[in-house]
């Protein structure tokens, strides 16, 4: 069973909510961008630091918010315990997604996210250098950019698959809740999206130099 599946080598991550922020506008110069970041992660896995954790999961609350039309502050008290928790992970759990994902996104309405010329890209840059599958994980990011849904499984796959991230001085409950609670407040800044990319680009390197995995 370990060759078939390892639950640390998976689609799923939660650097695909900062891939969520926002889309590359309809021009050569975004998408040549787009381009250049997903042939470089097809040659790149460079699992990011898990203190991108926090910051992924509050672009991912933000994003279900936005493209929903939930109330903020009733999608976050319904959304961080999920979050803080941690979900089991195994085959199966993981094959569901995948199945819950196509169908969600099939069934999904149409979403307008908002442009950027190159935060698109660096997002979907760390999102294929975080992992195996890369197939996969380019058909995602292209599916997103290309024709953005409300698919609910997409954005809730992220609030399901961390392991809840060690704080000090708190619980292993009441630690993540408050770091997921503090990013997504920040995520609703419009410069979020940089400071989360910046941040993603900032864990690989610290991840490159002394490697841990997510």
Not at 74 to 93: E, F, K, M
Not at 162 to 178: E, I, Q, S
Not at 204 to 213: G, L
């Amino acid at each position: 069973m370990s060759i078939l599946w390892d639950r640390r080598r998976t689609l799923w991550d939660c650097t695909l909510g900062i891939v969520l922020l926002a889309s590359p506008a309809n021009n050569t110069r975004d998408w040549s961008l787009v381009g250049v970041a997903l042939c470089l992660g097809f040659f790149v896995t460079i699992p990011p630091h898990w203190l991108i954790q926090p910051v992924a999961v509050g672009a991912a609350l933000y994003s279900a918010s936005r493209d929903f039309e939930i109330p903020y502050d009733a999608l976050l008290l319904a959304a961080v315990p999920v979050a803080a928790l941690g979900w089991r992970r195994s085959l199966a759990i993981d094959g569901a997604l995948a199945l819950g994902v196509v169908v969600s996104y099939v069934l999904a309405w149409p979403i307008l996210p908002p442009e950027d010329w190159w935060t698109p890209a660096v997002a979907a840059l760390l999102y294929m250098v975080s992992g195996p599958y890369k197939l996969s994980r380019a058909a995602i990011v292209l599916a997103r950019y290309l024709a953005p849904r409300a698919a609910h499984v997409v954005y809730g796959m992220v609030l399901v698959i961390c392991r809840p991230m060690p704080v000090p001085y708190y619980d292993k409950v009441a630690g993540p809740a408050l770091a997921y609670t503090l990013c997504a407040l920040l995520a609703a800044e419009p410069t979020y999206k940089y400071l989360a990319t910046a941040a993603g680009i900032a864990s690989c390197i610290v991840q490159y130099i002394k490697p841990r995995s997510l």
